[in-house]
């Protein structure tokens, strides 16, 4: 059980991170209200993603599916809109149609083509982002910008989907500066795609920015904020023991 101070601690951790989004908005020339946050709260349960909901968290983020079905079942979500924003295998897709109102982490045409027929079984239309390998890691998922284009055509073909934007990680950069450019580029791709105006295709968000350069992502035009550690805290393999 949550005590009332650790409900607290919470609630000002949300209201501090809300008021930087809403200061690096306006520093962009742009509306707070234009940026979504997304609370990641992996690692945390339901009582702590219900208490993160009562003091005005509106949207959540979890990145394992295991882990969002069990929470899903503990009524974790209620009043929240649910997305999906980790490594996705095409296997378990069907266990989130139905259930997120997006998934962020499209990173292959097989992964979207998985959804796709999953969501066609359902019925439904699932809004995805595609996820760019911005930081061209070998090791990171996510589409190399050289597919996006080819990508962004064969998925707009799909009457189950409707591809709302982008989604990026980049490297994990120490300086500021190193993300920057990669943000920049980000956008840069996302305003490209924008202005092709590729038929059901809605190029609304562009989500970046983690705890650590949600500014930086916000000035470089990330309408659409990842943020675990700074509302919940350290996650407890984040706490490295002396
Ligand atoms: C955990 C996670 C985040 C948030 O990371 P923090 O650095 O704790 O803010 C954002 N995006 C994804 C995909 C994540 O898995």
Known sequence: MMTEQEKQVLADRIQSVQERIARAAERAGRSPDDIILVAASKMNDAERVRAAIAAGIRVCGENRVQEL????????????????????????????????????????????????????KHGVRQDILLEVNIGREAAKSGLPLEE??????????????????????????????????????????????????????????????????????????????RIGTAIFGARPYQIVSP
């Open 69 to 120: 079905l069990e929470k899903y079942e503990q009524n974790a979500y209620e009043g929240a809109d649910l997305q999906f924003i980790g490594t996705l295998q095409t296997n378990k897709v069907k266990y989130l149609i139905g259930k997120v109102s997006l998934i962020q982490s499209v990173g292959s045409l097989h992964l979207g083509e998985a959804i796709a027929k999953e969501a066609a």
């Open 148 to 225: 996006l284009d080819e990508t962004i055509a064969r998925l707009s073909e799909k009457e189950s989907l409707r591809i709302r934007g982008l989604m990026a990680i980049p490297p994990i950069a120490d300086e500021t500066s190193k993300n920057l450019s990669y943000f920049n580029e980000m956008h840069q791709v996302f305003v490209d795609i924008l202005t092709k105006k590729y038929d059901n295709v809605n190029m609304d968000y562009l989500s970046m920015g983690m705890t650590n350069d949600f500014e930086t992502a916000i000035a470089c035009g990330a309408n659409m904020v």
